[in-house]
């Protein structure tokens, strides 16, 4: 079965200590793996999308990377307006639609 | 400019009533969906229309149902609300459905709480 599952649930960091998110994801034909945040409130906010293997994006202190099972969101050096709920998601080839992961809420305390 | 716009944002009502969500986007995208997201803040799609042609219906209750009367909007009327439909609505568009190369990248609404007593 088709499915997209994000780990840690939960992340806590100190101001400026860098941390990576999971998204696993087992899905028959990747057409996209996306990364969204969204803050409390408030409607997810696209970040990324990788479209194969070995691809690599980054914005400011955000970096996701994609490989044939997974997906990292690296955040280097976190501040604290980094806190938020980071929301992955892919569509396959067969789906036409995004399936999200439940979420890894960050909180980046000072 | 607001991209995707949804009305009301907050919405407090009786079991049993029927309600609607509006969705408009500026964006000129082709594709609008809605989506519901639970307590557990897990984001599930209900409803995809492509040029106001329904692409995605999921497995919902046939008391939602989806109406576009232009491929700008996008609106959800809710029958006899039970309070299992407590949730927020996100209404989101792109520029395709699933074209590739960025023009599937979905843009979303700030959300609909609605809250069924």
């Known amino acids: 079965e088709d499915q997209v599952t994000q780990s840690p649930e939960a992340l806590r960091l100190q101001e400026g200590e860098s941390s990576s998110l999971n998204c696993s994801y087992t899905?028959?034909?990747?057409?996209?793996l996306f990364w969204y945040r969204q803050d409390p409130g408030k409607g997810p906010e696209f970040l990324f999308t990788?479209?194969?293997a070995g691809e690599e994006k980054e914005k400011e202190r955000l970096k996701a990377t994609l490989t044939k099972k997974e997906s990292f969101l690296h955040i280097t050096a976190p501040k604290p307006e980094d806190s938020a709920t980071y929301l992955c998601a892919a569509t396959s080839l067969s789906w036409g639609k995004l399936q999200f992961g439940a979420g890894t809420q960050v909180v980046v305390t000072p | 400019d607001t991209a995707v716009s949804q009305t009301p944002k907050y919405l407090v009502t009786q079991m049993g009533n029927d309600k609607s969500i509006k969705c408009e986007q500026n964006l000129g995208h082709d594709t609008m969906y809605w989506y519901k997201q639970d307590s557990k803040k897990f984001l599930k799609i209900m409803f995809s229309?492509?040029?106001?042609?329904?692409?995605i219906n999921e497995t919902v209750p046939n008391r939602f149902s989806p109406k576009s009367p232009d491929k700008a909007h996008l609106n959800l009327h809710i029958n006899s609300l039970e309070l299992g439909d407590s949730a927020v609505y996100f209404c989101?568009?792109?520029?395709?459905?699933?074209?590739?190369?960025?023009?599937?990248?979905?843009?979303f609404g700030p959300g609909t709480r609605l809250l069924v007593l």
């Open positions: 899905v028959s034909g990747l057409r996209g």
């Open positions: 229309y492509n040029n106001k042609e329904l692409i």
């Open positions: 990788l479209y194969s």
């Open positions: 989101a568009s792109s520029q395709r459905a699933w074209a590739g190369q960025g023009q599937e990248t979905q843009y």
